[in-house]
């Protein structure tokens, strides 16, 4: 039988899912959710079916927000990136011990004796036994013209997620070296026309040359200039410096993802040489206490992958406050 010696707060008025809580009362919470995306909902979603008092804290940058659609997730392939949260946030409103912070964001955290002390943009301050860390990624696009302005549109960074829908299509590779060379032999799953752009010297051995010609995809290694829209907001073209444009369906590009909140390595994560915060098990980093779910992880980044780590991550949270307060 499990015992609960936080107080819940089943008295506490009826919340909507948009519900912003301007101060908190002071109180010791069980545990502060810091990221209200898959990761962060689903942990959200395990903690309040446990009874636990939890805090989630959500500063409303999807690492997906410029995507039109959310594919790969069993039951919801196709839904916006947005309505996924906001089926996810309803679906926390029966639990009254989990209350919800939207659009402000942590700003500074200090761990102390069995606590963790966070300060958020708005000036109040939050308490909790455990912090969980679901604060995702952020994706560098290249500056160049019209990359930024199409991206999640007809430039993409994961075939995963959007090489389906742009299957049979001419798709642009956009890299160079062994990473482009790569890129480029995945969109073969998806596609027989694939065309690597360097955007300079290609930086392929004679082999990679060779492996790519075998499997027909083209080198261009012109400067690119930037991607041209076309009609309905997609992806028309390519353009180059002293080589003609080239129509195409998408692009896909491959450059590093940093973490979106400093705190994990303020708070004294250890970060693999990807800058994905490394765990010691079940979500649990070297940091008493502290713990990661989703994109802040390595691995798949996939959004059922978060939700399903920030499930992990919600089990382990309670099986510590529960051997914590057990007699
Ligand atoms: C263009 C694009 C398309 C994609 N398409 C797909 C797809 O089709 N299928 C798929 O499975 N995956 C897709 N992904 C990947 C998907 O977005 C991630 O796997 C997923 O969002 C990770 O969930 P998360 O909960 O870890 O992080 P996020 O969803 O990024 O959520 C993190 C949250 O933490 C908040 N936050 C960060 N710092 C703070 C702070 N200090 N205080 C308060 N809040 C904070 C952010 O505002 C954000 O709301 C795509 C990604 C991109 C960029």
């Known amino acids: 039988m499990l015992r609960c010696q936080q107080r819940e707060r089943s008295t506490a008025a009826p919340r909507s899912p948009g519900d912003i809580v301007a101060t908190d009362s002071g109180e010791l919470h069980d545990v502060c959710i810091v990221g209200a995306g898959p990761a962060g909902l689903n942990a959200a979603l395990i903690l309040g079916r446990c009874r636990r008092d939890v805090v989630v804290i959500d500063s409303g940058k999807p690492r997906n927000g410029a995507s039109r659609a959310l594919h790969g997730f069993l039951s919801r392939d196709g839904t916006p990136p947005l309505e996924l949260r906001a089926l996810g946030r309803a679906e926390l409103e029966p639990y009254p011990s989990v209350q919800l912070r939207q659009n402000t964001a942590v700003v500074a955290a200090r761990r102390g004796e069995n606590r963790f002390d966070l300060t958020l943009a708005d000036g109040s301050t939050v308490a909790a036994r455990i912090l969980l860390l679901a604060t995702g990624r952020i994706d560098l696009v290249p500056e160049k013209p019209g990359f930024r302005e199409y991206y999640g549109l007809g430039v993409f960074h994961c075939p995963y997620c959007d090489g389906w829908e742009h299957r049979d299509e001419t798709l642009?590779?956009?890299?160079?070296?062994?990473?482009?060379?790569?890129?480029?032999?995945?969109?073969?799953?998806?596609?027989?026309?694939?065309?690597?752009?360097?955007?300079?010297?290609?930086?392929l051995t004679p082999a990679q040359l060779r492996k790519l010609a075998l499997n027909g995809v083209r080198v261009i290694e012109a400067p690119v200039v930037g991607a041209r829209g076309g009609t309905g907001g997609v992806i028309a073209s390519i353009v180059f410096e002293g080589h003609p444009e080239l129509s195409c369906g998408a692009i896909f590009f491959s450059s590093d993802c940093l973490q979106k909140s400093p705190l994990a390595e303020e708070l004294g994560c250890d970060l693999d040489d990807t800058g994905s915060v490394r765990c010691t098990g079940h979500a649990a980093t070297q940091v008493p206490g502290l713990y990661v779910a989703g994109n802040v992880r390595g691995g798949v980044h996939l959004a059922i992958v978060a939700a399903a780590e920030g499930a992990e991550a919600g089990m382990a949270i309670n099986n510590a406050l529960h051997e914590a307060d057990l007699k």
């Open 172 to 203: 642009v590779a956009y890299s160079s070296g062994e990473t482009g060379h790569d890129l480029a032999l995945d969109l073969r799953v998806w596609s027989r026309d694939v065309v690597l752009c360097t955007d300079g010297p290609s930086g």
